[in-house]
């Protein structure tokens, strides 16, 4: 009953920008980190970004600078603005958050790690 839904992927050219937005919905009682992974063909999916609850934030070295992930605890989302994109940024970025979800009654219930479907971005050289 909870979904994380990614928007924002396409095509640009090397240099150029992006921003990726996902939003969290259904039975959520809280939010603690939310990331950005990403994954090509043939490798493992990799930590991109990560922010905490309180704000706190941490980078993969090879976006450290150029990339940078905000989130709006009020609205359940989280994004990721990338500057200066190269070619080998290209991959699928999903979304990743560790929700506490909603039980009846208004209690949590569980906690546990959920991925979007994930969103292409394409950057030619």
């Known amino acids: 009953q909870v979904q994380l839904v990614e928007s924002g992927g396409g095509l640009v050219q090397a240099g150029g920008s992006l921003r990726l937005s996902c939003a969290a919905s259904?039975?959520?009682?809280?939010?603690?980190?939310m990331a950005w992974y990403r994954q090509t063909p043939g490798k493992q999916r990799e930590l991109v970004a990560a922010?905490?609850?309180?704000?706190?934030?941490n980078y993969a070295d090879s976006v450290n600078g150029r990339f940078t992930i905000s989130r709006d605890n009020a609205k359940n989302m989280v994004n990721l603005q990338m500057n200066s994109l190269k070619p080998e940024d290209t991959a699928v970025y999903y979304c990743?958050?560790?929700?506490?979800?909603?039980?009846?009654?208004?209690?949590?219930?569980?906690?546990?790690?959920?991925w979007g479907k994930g969103t292409l971005v394409t950057v030619s050289s």
């Open positions: 990743n958050a560790d929700i506490i979800s909603l039980g009846s009654g208004g209690v949590a219930r569980g906690r546990m790690a959920y």
């Open positions: 259904g039975s959520i009682f809280s939010i603690n980190a």
């Open positions: 922010i905490t609850s309180g704000g706190n934030t």
